[in-house]
């Protein structure tokens, strides 16, 4: 459940990043509130890593609660490297990502966040 707090208060902070237009900061947050979300939701079923890899919980959510025992919807398998890539131009060029990338991304986020919230607490969808 740990992460799944890390999660919604680093949507909280990406929220307030976009309310306050600073939208490489809001890509940053966004990111790691899918990821923390995502460590969730391995954990809830058991699968966990003595450290934490940004590629190997990327493949462990797509391998195994989409692909192998289609937890979440296919769609989601995108979701997590899409989020980073965007991160990765806010944190590491010299680029700024703008608005709508960003709007995006917080209903990305949002949706994969929600789904896996709904199954960790819930059980279901």
Same mark, same amino acid.
């Given at each position: 459940?740990?992460?799944?707090?890390?999660?919604?208060?680093? &949507?909280?902070a990406a929220q307030i990043c976009f309310d306050n237009g600073l939208y490489n900061a809001c890509a940053n947050r966004a990111y790691y509130a899918a990821l923390h979300a995502a460590i969730a939701a391995l954990a809830h079923r058991g699968i966990r890593r003595d450290k934490i890899d940004h590629g190997q919980v990327q493949a462990d959510? !797509?391998?195994e609660?989409?692909?192998r025992r289609k937890i979440y919807p296919a769609k989601l398998k995108s979701y997590l490297p899409d989020i980073q890539f965007v991160r990765n131009k806010a944190d590491y060029t010299d680029g700024n990502v703008g608005r709508k990338v960003? !709007?995006? &991304? &917080?209903s990305k986020v949002r949706e994969m966040s929600g789904l896996i919230e709904k199954e960790v607490t819930d059980g279901k969808f």
């Open positions: 459940m740990e992460f799944l707090n890390k999660a919604e208060e680093n &949507l909280t959510f !797509s391998n609660l989409i692909n960003v !709007s995006q &991304l &917080l």
